[in-house]
Each structure stands twice: as C-alpha cells, then as structure tokens.
Nanobody
Framework: QVQLVESGGGLVQAGGSLRLSCAAS????????MRWYRQAPGNQRELVAT???????NYAESVRGRFTISRDNAKNMVYLQMNNLKPEDTAVYYCNADITPVIPRRKYNTWGQGTQVTVSS
C-alpha cells in the first residue's frame, strides 16, 4: 500500500523558517506531480505549491518568494522550505502526489495525514 507521510511541522515565530518533508513509501512504480496544500481552521484547503517530474514549480501568490518546493526523485521525497513565515501561514499542511503503484498499474491521487504549522506573532 502506497502512503505519504509528512514531517517537520511545529511552532515558529513570525519571520522564522520551517522545512516540511514528505516521504512516499510502498511499492511505487512512478510519481508524477507532487504538491503541498494547506488548510486553516474554517477555511477551504488551498494549493500552496506544485512540482512536476521535470521540476517545474508553481506557487500560490500568497507564498511566492517565501516558500520553495523541491523533490528528490531517488528518495521519493518532496520538501517545502518556508521562510519569512507569517501568522496567516498557520494551517495543517498536506502532502499530495499522483502515484502509480507497481500493482495495480494505474495512477492514484494520494494524500498524507497532514502536519501542523503554527506561526506566532
């Protein structure tokens, strides 16, 4: 069974930095796009950043210039470096990826369980 597991969340002061990691595990044939989403209390889940297999990246306007998404294809990992954090970045951050297992050989959109990021003012 393929799964995504996030780590690296925590409490940080405004202006600080955190690095989130997400590891894909299981019998994986391939991973296409990988993404980070976030959801603050009372808000809808929003797309924060995307990275393709060719490392093309895209960011939400609210985080562009402060957050950097990257991936290590050999390790089936995706990262989110978050700098100059603001209180409005407080949310549960979720890893998401399009993963094709060895069996069955079809693509699944897969979610992690989320990691809490809290930014104090």
């Amino acid at each position: 069974q393929v799964q995504l597991v996030e780590s690296g969340g925590g409490l940080v002061q405004a202006g600080g930095s955190l690095r989130l990691s997400c590891a894909a595990s299981g019998s994986i044939f391939s991973i296409d796009a990988m993404r980070w989403y976030r959801q603050a209390p009372g808000n809808q889940r929003e797309l924060v950043a995307t990275i393709t297999t060719g490392s093309y990246t895209n960011y939400a306007e609210s985080v562009r210039g402060r957050f950097t998404i990257s991936r290590d294809n050999a390790k089936n990992m995706v990262y989110l470096q978050m700098n100059n954090l603001k209180p409005e970045d407080t949310a549960v951050y979720y890893c998401n990826a399009d993963i094709t297992p060895v069996i069955p050989r079809r693509k699944y959109n897969t979610w992690g369980q989320g990691t809490q990021v809290t930014v104090s003012s």
